[in-house]
């Protein structure tokens, strides 16, 4: 049966939404608008929208083709086209590359059988497996250190990124889009989870710009622990150094037990885990508590882990992550709860999509990794 350009996009789709390996890309494939055209060589995206050319199309057989839609949807995915607009000014080209060597590595590490996909045989596709597990920036300075052979102007790419279009976008709509990755992701993700197939933390982090959510943290902590035992003239007040007043930060040599929550749904990425812990632990150092209860959870407490005093130096590296079904953190306030001693405070970190907030009684601090605001408590973002 001969089918149309658009019906072997569709059935691409399909197929890629089935497979647990590839289900995470459902809601993305399902994000902007998906079409083939004429007067495009191989396939683009402008970080929404996809197209692949007809002629490209037909050159391709059923695999390569899902290989084709895959490597697109992942740029979506990846958030390629907006967090990377430096490395497009500063060489266009390299930061073509780099995008593709990430995507097709990732592609091709989770399919290694080629059950579903394939690698192209009619263009050329950057796969080289020195750069697994690499972002695109570190893959970018890597090329710049090591120029390929045969560099020439706008080469070297399967596909054509949409950097101009990304970039004419204006913030409102940047966060817009933004937004509808992040619930693109939560989509896939419910599938990807029914199917017990990958999520978002297993392909690595999305990366993406970080804001300096690291000195919020800390306030908070300290804040938390003021005048609790001394204070140190080492490091001035943030707080009334903004008053023209030069005070010391109050700090406390030791705390009580602390709770730290971990939302496990996909769209939390391992980065985010890891990144938040490395800051905690760093924290614990000057002000070491009695005790760290660490609980991943989704709709339930997945996993609890214990941490003492002289254990705190190996949290980011022993921690399990467990979890990725739903998301209800009123079970760490059930948990919370059930304390025989109430923690100093609470430190939670998700992406704050839940239908209902807990009402915690003790100083609790959400880090969120997107734009949304929890009550009653104080809030940084992650990202």
Request: charged fraction near 25%.
């Amino acid at each position: 049966m001969n089918l149309t350009h658009e019906q072997r996009i569709q059935r691409s789709h399909i197929q890629l939404m089935r497979s647990p390996k590839f289900a995470l890309l459902s809601g993305i494939m399902m994000l902007g608008d998906s079409k083939a055209v004429d007067d495009m060589p191989t396939a683009a995206t402008n970080g929404r929208d996809k197209m692949y050319g007809r002629a490209f199309m037909d050159k391709l057989n059923e695999k390569e083709l899902n290989f084709v839609v895959a490597h697109e949807n992942f740029h979506v995915l990846f958030k390629h086209m907006t967090t990377w607009q430096r490395l497009w000014k500063e060489d266009a080209q390299l930061a073509n590359m780099a995008c593709d060597y990430v995507i097709n590595q990732q592609i091709a590490d989770l399919d290694p059988e080629r059950e579903l996909v394939e690698v192209p045989k009619a263009v050329k596709v950057l796969l080289d497996e020195q750069f697994r597990g690499w972002d695109s920036g570190q893959v970018f300075e890597h090329l710049k250190q090591n120029p390929p052979k045969g560099k020439a102007k706008g080469g070297n790419s399967m596909d054509d990124h949409g950097w101009e279009e990304a970039q004419s976008l204006s913030e409102p709509e940047k966060k817009e889009l933004d937004k509808a990755i992040e619930q693109a992701i939560r989509q896939g993700s419910i599938l990807a989870g029914k199917l017990k197939g990958t999520t978002a933390r297993d392909i690595g982090a999305i990366p993406e710009p970080k804001v300096n959510w690291r000195d919020e943290l800390r306030d908070f902590v300290q804040s938390v622990t003021a005048g609790r035992d001394a204070s140190t003239w080492r490091k001035p007040n943030r707080r009334w150094l903004a008053q023209g007043m030069y005070m010391p930060t109050p700090y406390a040599e030791s705390i009580g037990p602390v709770v730290i929550g971990i939302d496990t749904s996909a769209s939390i990425r391992q980065a985010d885990i890891a990144g938040f812990l490395a800051e905690i632990k760093q924290i614990t150092e000057t002000m070491p508590p009695e005790r760290i209860d660490l609980l991943y959870w989704d709709t339930h407490v997945a996993r609890e882990e214990h941490y003492m005093p002289g254990e705190y130096g190996s949290i980011v590296t022993s921690t399990k992550p467990a979890g990725g079904g739903g998301t209800d953190p009123r079970c760490v306030e059930e948990y919370v709860q059930k304390m025989h001693t109430p923690p100093e405070f609470v430190l939670m970190l998700s992406d704050g999509y839940v239908a209902d907030w807990p009402k915690f009684t003790v100083p609790t601090l959400w880090a969120m990794t997107t734009d949304q605001i929890a009550p009653n408590a104080i809030n940084i973002k992650l990202k």
